[in-house]
């Protein structure tokens, strides 16, 4: 069973939802970023996604923007992360998420970055701006079936379109809690309940919100209408805030900690 | 694929591609509101009484048909060649941005959108999409990067006089690739009710083919200007590319005729320094801003500076289709330095008392170059894009250095 599914099945039988936590590789330089990723898995973290930096990262707001440009400034290119990804996967048993803008993946060559990220223990991948209608020049190229490709459904998805991206998503699938960039406010609990259950109508893989979520009491709401939640921007600011503390691996442990403790909570 | 088998007007497929290049690259956020604008502009454009109401705007607000000008005395300085100018300088708010603005503008009004936004780099496309707001009675509101907003400050305050709010983009490189950026973060946070006007034919289908459509008039009407003034068709079309729209809408009704075509990038400092906007000449095939085309990036997919004297072609990227027109060598791409571009504008100054736009001034210094190894009976046709008001600061600027140096 691949490695994503598997846990998603564990947490299952626990009756726990899925934390999953973003951090992008390389900030603030390679070196942290493994510390970090690795406290936090160690910390509980159910899946971690890795982000690519990206020059000109449209989908992502002002927090993310600035990591991304700390990364870059540090030189990571793809070949890193993917080398990054390895390292961590030595410590670690946790599903590991690449997620990138397309060009990265483009330059790298289609088929060497399947080949590279699958023998990085790599698990899925994930293409911001990447959608259905032209993601075949890119899944042709995969050998196998390995890898998952978890696809993005926004607030503003019809429904006929929602079954048209789950019937080609595995892993899990990225519901986008509110439209808007990374790290807005306004989260809609019962908006996203509703959108949530549109898509488990139509799928069996199970769902994860993202954009928005910065407390564990978002954690604990959002955990009750979904499969998991996805935190990005929070790990960011405290990244950002305490960029030169030894002890950042530490505070981010305690971050998971606290919002892995929302992920157990009963459902109403 | 050769180019006598390829129906231009067929381009791109009903997927927005132009062979391998457009597409939609784009978060599933927009994608629902570029499935929605592709249905409106296929069905909307089509209306008789769409088109009519378009015609009626270009002729009475606009003021078209713009002119083709015989322009003798830069002729003769150049010495070869006749080139004639096509004047989208006279287009109502001084450039050819505005057929796209008013096109679609009033498919955002027929859509029953009452918001706009877009991104501008020289100021131009922001103008005219602020004109257009004003006109439709609109809110408007105008993504520019910081440093575009120093150099073209006029342009900023015409803006602001039109009722449009200009926001500063300080992210990247703070120029016009930022700022659409930002015009794109902004629009997934008001995807219901806004309308984003892309301003060159670039951005994910259907805004390339959308914008080339409203831009095809320029060469439309030259083709029969042509043919009333000399006779025939030119022989050379000569246009400018940032982004690329202006050369769209003057090459796109000639493709199928016997006529040359040059489009001129920004060779800014000079291609081997490094500092340009050559996207075509010196790219590689990327995805950037929703479509797949040719970009300034390094080896790892990072989109890299561009640099370029005028604002309007300071852009690493390149419309899908001057991509394809480029690889099936339909079109032929040079690029003309900062310098070339200066030295031309004042020309075109002296000789006809004509001030054009320094995006405009690569398409003449082009052109004066190419008609000296041209006979006097060969016809080049330029598309004088844009009036040069706006630069008259960074031409002041730069032109006192240049002096010394000489």
Request: hydrophobic share 45%; net charge negative; proline share 5%.
């Amino acid at each position: 069973m691949k490695r994503i599914e598997k846990k998603f099945k564990e947490l299952s039988e626990l009756n726990e939802k899925a934390l999953v936590g973003f951090v992008t590789a390389g900030d603030p330089d390679l070196g942290r970023s493994l510390a970090i990723a690795t406290a936090m898995c160690r910390a509980g973290l159910d899946v971690l996604e890795l982000g690519v930096p990206f020059s000109d990262p449209t989908a992502d707001g002002p927090v993310i923007q600035r990591a991304s440009s700390r990364s870059l400034a540090a030189g990571t290119t793809l070949g890193d992360v993917i080398e990054l990804a390895a390292r961590i996967r030595r410590q670690s048993d946790a599903p590991i998420i690449l997620f990138s803008y397309y060009n990265p993946i483009f330059q790298y060559g289609l088929e060497a970055f399947y080949r590279d990220a699958l023998a990085a223990g790599a698990d899925g991948l994930l293409v911001v701006d990447l959608p259905p209608e032209e993601s075949d020049e890119m899944t042709a190229l995969w050998r196998g079936a390995d890898f998952d490709l978890i696809r993005l459904v926004a607030p503003t998805t019809p429904a006929a379109r929602m079954a048209r991206i789950a019937s080609s998503a595995s892993g899990f699938l990225y519901l986008v809690s509110m439209t808007g960039v990374t790290g807005s406010d306004g989260l809609d609990v019962p908006a996203i309940a509703r959108q949530a259950d549109r898509l488990r109508a139509v799928s069996d893989i199970p769902v994860c919100v993202g954009f928005g979520i910065s407390t564990p009491d978002d954690v604990a709401a959002v955990s009750a209408v979904a499969d998991g939640v996805v935190i990005g921007s929070a790990f960011e600011r405290m990244i950002e805030e305490n960029i030169d503390s030894p002890d950042l691996p530490a505070m981010l442990a305690e971050m998971v900690h606290g919002y892995k403790a929302a992920t157990q909570a009963k459902r109403p | 694929m050769t180019t006598e088998s390829i129906d231009y007007g067929r381009l791109p497929d009903a997927a927005g591609h132009f062979g391998p290049f457009g597409g939609r690259y784009v978060a599933e956020i927009l994608m629902p509101a570029i499935l929605e604008l592709e249905a409106a502009w296929t069905d909307i454009t089509a209306k008789s009484a769409f088109q009519q109401e378009l015609q009626s705007l270009l002729q009475a607000y606009a003021g078209r048909p713009t002119p083709v000008y015989p322009a003798r005395r830069l002729s003769e300085q150049a010495g070869g060649a006749a080139i004639y100018l096509k004047r989208e300088d006279l287009a109502h708010t001084g450039a050819h941005k505005i057929n796209n603005t008013l096109g679609q503008g009033l498919l955002a009004r027929w859509m029953g959108k009452q918001k706009l936004i877009a991104e501008t780099g020289a100021g131009q496309h922001g103008v005219a999409t602020a004109t257009t707001a004003a006109l439709f009675g609109m809110q408007c509101r105008i993504f520019m990067g910081r440093e575009d907003i120093r150099r073209q400050a006029p342009n900023v305050r015409r803006m602001e006089l039109l009722g449009a709010e200009v926001v500063p983009v300080d992210s990247g490189t703070a120029t016009l690739k930022d700022a659409m950026n930002e015009a794109m973060r902004y629009w997934v946070t008001a995807v219901q009710d806004t309308f984003y006007v892309i301003g060159s034919v670039a951005g994910p289908h259907p805004y390339p083919a959308m914008v080339r459509d409203f831009q095809r008039v320029i060469g439309e009407e030259a083709r029969r200007q042509m043919t009333t003034m000399a006779g025939r068709l030119p022989d050379l079309l000569v246009a400018c590319v940032g982004g690329g729209s202006n050369a769209m809408g003057l090459f796109h009704a000639f493709l199928e005729d016997d006529v040359a075509m040059v489009g001129v990038e920004a060779a800014g400092c000079g291609i081997d320094s490094g500092k340009h906007a050559a996207t075509l000449t010196t790219g590689t095939v990327g995805v950037l801003h929703g479509a797949k085309s040719y970009l300034l990036q390094d080896e790892g997919g990072q989109v890299t500076e561009a640099h370029s004297i005028s604002a309007g072609l300071d852009y690493p990227g390149v419309g899908p289709e001057h991509a394809l027109l480029k690889d099936l060598h339909r079109v032929r791409y040079a690029a003309v330095t900062d310098d070339q571009a200066l030295a031309a504008f004042q020309a075109l100054c002296r000789a006809e008392g004509i001030i054009p736009a320094l995006e405009s001034a690569h398409a003449v210094a082009f052109a004066m170059a190419e008609a000296r190894r041209r006979p006097a009976d060969d016809i080049i046709l330029v598309n004088l894009s844009g009036r040069g008001d706006k630069d008259l600061g960074i031409v002041f600027d730069a032109l006192p250095k240049k002096e010394t140096r000489t």
